[in-house]
Nanobody, 124 residues
Framework: QVQLVESGGGLVQAGGSLRLSCAAS????????MGWFRQAPGKEREFVAA????????YYADPVKGRFTISRDNAKNTMYLQMNSLKPEDTAVYYC?????????????????WGQGTQVTVSS
């Protein structure tokens, strides 16, 4: 069983940066592939980024490539999402998720555990 808690969201101007954190409880954190998803009002939840259980492999959705960086610290049971050059279209609730098969890290339904989400709002 894993519990996930996101933090770091907030209001930022376009071009600014935020760093999201996802703190996990449980002893199996380092064995899980993990991901970030986001959901804007009226839209479906969409894949943002994912990372393998070692942190050695990362995956990004095209809209965030070159601007967002996913990382993890298995010693701290924490995953991060560094978001730079933020745009108004990045506004959404951001969710972290854990425990998906590595070949399906871009699929929300493949994840076994979810956090409650943190709001990111980017003003123009």
């Amino acid at each position: 069983q894993v519990q996930l808690v996101e933090s770091g969201g907030g209001l930022v101007q376009a071009g600014g940066s935020l760093r999201l954190s996802c703190a996990a409880s449980g002893s199996s954190f380092s064995s899980y592939a993990m991901g970030w998803f986001r959901q804007a009002p009226g839209k479906e939840r969409e894949f943002v980024a994912a990372i393998s259980y070692t942190g050695g492999t990362t995956y990004y959705a095209d809209p965030v490539k070159g601007r967002f960086t996913i990382s993890r610290d298995n010693a701290k049971n924490t995953m991060y999402l560094q978001m730079n050059s933020l745009k108004p279209e990045d506004t959404a609730v951001y969710y972290c998720a854990a425990d998906a098969p590595i070949k399906r890290v871009g699929v929300a339904a493949a994840y076994g555990y979810w956090g409650q989400g943190t709001q990111v709002t980017v003003s123009s």
